[in-house]
């Protein structure tokens, strides 16, 4: 399974002001930052106890102590991957490409 977790499942692309929800069995797994971005909507997948990031106060709780939503005002470069599991985003700056798996 470890194939399946690093976006060989498909990929899409993304400009601001569009949401993206996974095909129907999967999860976003890595996004690549192509312009950059802000996002307007991260939503994380919260699963057995484990969470990642995202902009919702509600995964917090697994994050580790000290760790903090995304604020809609952080700016990530282009050129940068961030790994997780989100079941949703949007971004209201930038472009980027979303890796899909399982």
Known sequence: T???????LGSGYTTDGSEVTPPAG??????TV?????FE???AEVTDGISYVGDH???????GA???????????PAGITIYG???KMELS?????LYYGV
């Open 2 to 8: 470890i194939q399946y977790g690093f976006g060989q």
């Open 26 to 31: 999967k999860v976003i797994v890595a996004i």
């Open 34 to 38: 192509v312009l950059d971005c802000k």
């Open 41 to 43: 909507e991260l939503v």
């Open 57 to 63: 106060n509600t995964q917090l709780a697994g994050n």
């Open 66 to 76: 000290g760790s903090q939503r995304i604020p809609s005002a952080e700016l990530f």
């Open 85 to 87: 599991r989100w079941t």
């Open 93 to 97: 700056q930038g472009a980027a490409i």
